[in-house]
């Protein structure tokens, strides 16, 4: 509680404001409400019931004016965005803060559904978002969003296959990198952009067989991800150890670390001079 002047109002001050029997009888309503609600606020117990019931949570969401995303074509300017409207605003708090409760399952469903792509985009990124949530994002019109959804850690196996197949090599890229990818999904990456095949030459669970393929790439730096996969056969190891062009590649990297530390200790020697010289 505060006073006029939102100075923090102490029992003693409260007493001293309305008068020992006005304040003891507020004071005596408000402990029996603290008593009765166990520390919680009441809007806090709402949330809590509202996020294991996916009826009552659909019920209070549907209260809100459901919102309706503006039609863009391609061949149309980028538009600065409109002010968020009051209702879409109270919306969209709504549920972001039913996410802070670890609604069940269905919960997310329902909001990987919404029209708004900003719900939508606040399930993709929740680190706690069920597969079956992910799933129906995998098919979202929105490239962010199906991104999110490609790097995220509970994404299924099956749905990483579906992702597989987009058309932007990003997407391809961020499942090549999932470790929950399949060894078969990352072959069929394999053929990919050379980022694609950089990625899938990146990660372990990718087949040895696969592997050695990726080590006659004509991109050098697909085959120094081969090379440093723990998981490529070692008589694909010793041949690439061999690699003219990885070892102009290795030279280059060295010397390029040689140079940055040397351009390190320079400014360093430079800051320390200058300061010793203040100080002298």
């Known amino acids: 509680s505060v006073n006029a002047n939102n100075q923090s109002l102490t029992e003693q001050k409260f007493k001293e404001v309305l008068g020992n029997d006005l304040a003891n009888y507020f004071l005596n309503a408000m402990h029996k409400k603290a008593e009765e609600i166990k520390g919680k606020h009441p809007a806090k ?19 809100f004016e459901e919102y309706e995303e503006p039609e863009k074509h391609d061949d149309e300017e980028e538009e600065e965005e409109p002010e968020e409207e009051e209702e879409q605003s109270f919306r969209r708090d709504f549920a972001e803060n039913i996410l802070k409760f670890n ?8 909001l990987a559904k919404d029209p708004d792509s900003k719900i939508r985009e606040e399930v993709a990124r929740n680190r706690k978002a069920p597969p079956e949530a992910l799933a129906l994002l995998a098919k979202d019109l929105k490239g962010d969003i199906k991104g999110l959804v490609s790097r995220h850690p509970n994404t299924s196996s099956e749905t990483l296959a579906l992702l597989a197949k987009d058309w932007t090599p990003k997407i391809k890229v961020f499942v090549a990198n999932n470790p929950n990818t399949l060894p078969e999904t990352l072959t069929s990456l394999a053929k990919g952009f050379f ?25 050098i730096h697909v085959k120094n991800e081969v090379e440093k996969n723990p998981s490529t056969p070692p008589e694909i190891k010793a041949i690439l150890a061999n690699d003219p062009a990885l070892q102009k590649l290795r030279k280059d990297v060295e010397e390029y670390k040689k ?4 351009v390190v200790e320079t400014i360093v020697e430079k800051v320390l001079n200058k300061l010793t010289n203040k100080i002298v």
Do not use: H
């Not at 509202?50 to 969401?61: E, H, I, R, T, V």
């Not at 609604?103 to 329902?110: D, M, Q, R, S, T």
């Not at 140079?259 to 040397?262: E, L, M, S």
């Open 259 to 262: 140079r940055k530390q040397t």
């Open 195 to 219: 980022e694609v095949r950089a990625a899938v030459a990146r990660n372990p669970k990718t087949p040895p067989e696969t592997l050695a393929l990726l080590g006659k790439d004509t991109d």
């Open 103 to 110: 609604p069940v399952a269905e919960i997310y469903k329902i």
């Open 45 to 63: 117990k709402e949330m809590e019931a509202l996020a294991s019931d996916p009826k009552a949570f659909q019920k209070k969401f549907n209260s």
